[in-house]
Nanobody, 125 residues
Framework: QVHLAESGGGSVQAGGSLRLSCAAS????????MTWFRQAPGKEREGVAG???????RYADSVRGRFTISQDNAKKTLNLQMNRLKPEDTAMYFC???????????????????WGQGIQVTVSS
C-alpha cells in the first residue's frame, strides 16, 4: 500500500512563490512516476506537472516557465516550486503516483494513480 502526503501549501500574493512537497511511503517500486494536479472550485481537475521514472518532466502550458517539478528519489519526495504565482493558480493541489509505472500522464483519469489528500494554494491579487 502506498501513502502520499502533501505539504507546503498556503496563501501568497500574486507574483510570490510557494514550494509544495509530496512524501511517498509504502510499497513503491524502484521505477515509478509522480504528477501534480490541481482543482479549482467548480472546475475539473487538471494536470500541472509530472516526472517520469527516467526523470523526464512535463508541464501544462499554463505553468511552463513558472513551475518546476523535482524529485528526491532517496527520500521518495516530489516537489513543485511555484514562482510568479497568479490568482488563477488558486486551487487544491494533489500529488498522484503510479508506484510501478514509468510514465505518468497529465490526465487525472489515468486509472493507476494513487492520490494524496490535497493541499490548498491561494493566490491573492
Amino acid at each position: 500500500q502506498v501513502h502520499l502526503a502533501e505539504s507546503g501549501g498556503g496563501s501568497v500574493q500574486a507574483g510570490g512563490s510557494l514550494r509544495l512537497s509530496c512524501a511517498a511511503s509504502g510499497d513503491i517500486n524502484k521505477r515509478y512516476c509522480m504528477t501534480w494536479f490541481r482543482q479549482a472550485p467548480g472546475k475539473e481537475r487538471e494536470g500541472v506537472a509530472g516526472i517520469d521514472s527516467d526523470g523526464s518532466e512535463r508541464y501544462a502550458d499554463s505553468v511552463r516557465g513558472r513551475f518546476t517539478i523535482s524529485q528526491d528519489n532517496a527520500k521518495k519526495t516530489l516537489n513543485l516550486q511555484m514562482n510568479r504565482l497568479k490568482p488563477e493558480d488558486t486551487a487544491m493541489y494533489f500529488c498522484a503516483a503510479d508506484p510501478a509505472g514509468d510514465f505518468c500522464p497529465l490526465n487525472p483519469k489515468y486509472t493507476r494513480f494513487i492520490w494524496g489528500q490535497g493541499i490548498q494554494v491561494t493566490v491573492s491579487s
